[in-house]
T-cell receptor
Framework: AAGVIQSPRHLIKEKRETATLKCYPIPRHDTVYWYQQGPGQDPQFLISFYEKMQSDKGSIPDRFSAQQFSDYHSELNMSSLELGDSALYFC?????????????FGAGSRLTVL | TQLLEQSPQFLSIQEGENLTVYCNSSSVFSSLQWYRQEPGEGPVLLVTVVTGGEVKKLKRLTFQFGDARKDSSLHITAAQPGDTGLYLCAGDSGGFKTIFGAGTRLFVKA
């Protein structure tokens, strides 16, 4: 079965540079989520999209932006990178059904800012 | 702000012992999930509980959702080294934002 695909898996950037992470959700899933997980921390919700429209926003810095495209893939754009942005970034997708919203996560993109 | 408090944060036990992890909140959730995460990988779903008072069993793992749908527990019987990992509870309030607890890092010694 197809899973959530994230790219790149690893990314190294300098401070003040820009990075773009991509996410391809499970086919027919209608919601995409982005999470940031620092070392030893739980995943922190950044933003979500339902049917290509932003549906909820969490602790996403103003330097970050995201969008979902017509083919349902999503991109997280991060500008003016700071050392503290170094983390694992997870994308997850779900199909909203009555009773529960179950997320399937990708393998993550590890961003290192030097 | 919704918060999920998970305890304990760290647990180191011997193979064969039993353990319980707790997930508590002052908020009501429409569903609650338990995930397990290996280092450098994404969380993998273990179970979803939806109904207050629901109990689900997955081999040696027993999950319970509180009657008021504000808390949950995960009980592992006869833990094995393969159970080692980070266990995360996650709450869905029916919106588009699933929040996670801080996680319980379990280490089972052979």
């Amino acid at each position: 079965a197809a899973g959530v695909i994230q790219s790149p898996r690893h990314l190294i950037k300098e401070k003040r540079e820009t990075a773009t992470l991509k996410c391809y959700p499970i086919p027919r899933h209608d919601t995409v989520y982005w999470y940031q997980q620092g070392p030893g921390q739980d995943p922190q919700f950044l933003i979500s999209f339902y049917e290509k429209m932003q549906s909820d926003k969490g602790s996403i810095p103003d330097r970050f932006s995201a969008q979902q495209f017509s083919d349902y893939h999503s991109e997280l754009n991060m500008s003016s990178l700071e050392l503290g942005d170094s983390a694992l970034y997870f994308c997850a997708s779900s199909l909203r059904v009555s009773g529960a919203n179950v997320l399937t996560f990708g393998a993550g993109s590890r961003l290192t800012v030097l | 702000t919704q918060l999920l408090e998970q305890s304990p944060q760290f647990l180191s036990i011997q193979e064969g012992e039993n353990l319980t992890v707790y997930c508590n909140s002052s908020s009501v959730f429409s569903s609650l999930q338990w995930y397990r995460q290996e280092p450098g990988e994404g969380p993998v779903l273990l179970v979803t509980v939806v109904t207050g008072g629901e109990v689900k069993k997955l081999k040696r793992l027993t999950f319970q959702f509180g009657d008021a749908r504000k808390d949950s527990s995960l009980h592992i019987t006869a833990a094995q080294p393969g159970d080692t990992g980070l266990y995360l509870c996650a709450g869905d309030s029916g919106g588009f934002k699933t929040i996670f607890g801080a996680g319980t890092r379990l280490f089972v010694k052979a």
